[in-house]
């Protein structure tokens, strides 16, 4: 195992992998490899957004040990249990999402892993959860509804000065009338009027008609 440039993500042949918060646990059927008496799960692009830009090169994900990182549409926590990982016991992350049948799946999640709270909330109105979240280091977003765009620039109220701000994209569900490159430069216009964009990668073949936008808070 090997050191990735990514923080605190490690490669072994193919493959990408975090050192595991829980020994012995797994999340999503996910392969455990020991190496040097440390256990790391292996990160499935297939199923991680986040995994896929890190395979398709991007240099950055801004996301290190000790961050505060708050995360809309955490679903049942594929992706969230690997930033779990990467933030480790210092750090923390709220997980945000309206459904209730997945965010019970999440809260299981939290109870083994102490460094990440569930919250029952919808994105659309951060006002709804503003006095419960902190400021943060990181936003990131994986929403699949019509105005994703809008949903993630709402929610940078919570980012400090100089934080990441992560969006992946899903065309599809923005307008299936239009090709995807057409919705991700709509997207790149709305998030450069808030952020700069600093790593753009299209996720294919992993995730089909996706993208992952990379940004920092300037001010």
């Known amino acids: 195992m090997k050191k990735s440039k990514i923080f605190e993500v490690y490669e072994r042949r193919r493959d990408i992998y975090t050192k595991n918060l829980t020994p012995g646990k797994r999340v999503y059927d996910e392969w455990l490899v020991k190496d040097a008496n440390i256990e790391y799960r292996r990160w499935d692009p297939e199923k991680s957004k986040l995994a896929a830009s890190i395979l398709k090169g991007t240099p950055n994900t801004g996301i290190r040990k000790g961050d505060v990182v708050l995360y809309l549409g955490c679903s049942t926590g594929t992706t969230p249990s690997h930033v779990s990982d990467i933030i480790g016991k210092d750090g923390f992350l709220f997980g945000i999402d309206p459904a209730p049948r997945v965010l019970r799946e999440f809260v299981f999640l939290c109870e083994k892993r102490k460094n990440m709270t569930a919250l029952l909330e919808d994105a659309n109105h951060p006002e709804?959860?503003?006095?419960?979240?902190?400021?943060?280091?990181?936003?990131?977003?994986?929403?699949?509804?019509?105005?994703?765009?809008?949903?993630?620039?709402?929610?940078?109220?919570?980012?400090?000065?100089?934080?990441y701000a992560l969006i992946a994209v899903k065309a599809r569900s923005v307008d299936v009338t239009k090709k995807p490159k057409q919705i991700f430069n709509q997207v790149r216009e709305e998030l450069e009027k808030h952020l700069t964009i600093i790593d753009y990668r299209i996720l294919d073949p992993f995730e089909k008609d996706h993208c992952m936008f990379i940004c920092k808070k300037n001010n």
Do not use: T
Request: aromatic share 12%; glycine share 6%; net charge positive.
């Open 128 to 163: 709804n959860y503003a006095d419960k979240i902190c400021e943060v280091d990181v936003l990131y977003q994986d929403i699949a509804q019509r105005n994703q765009a809008e949903i993630f620039i709402k929610n940078l109220r919570f980012l400090k000065k100089g934080g």
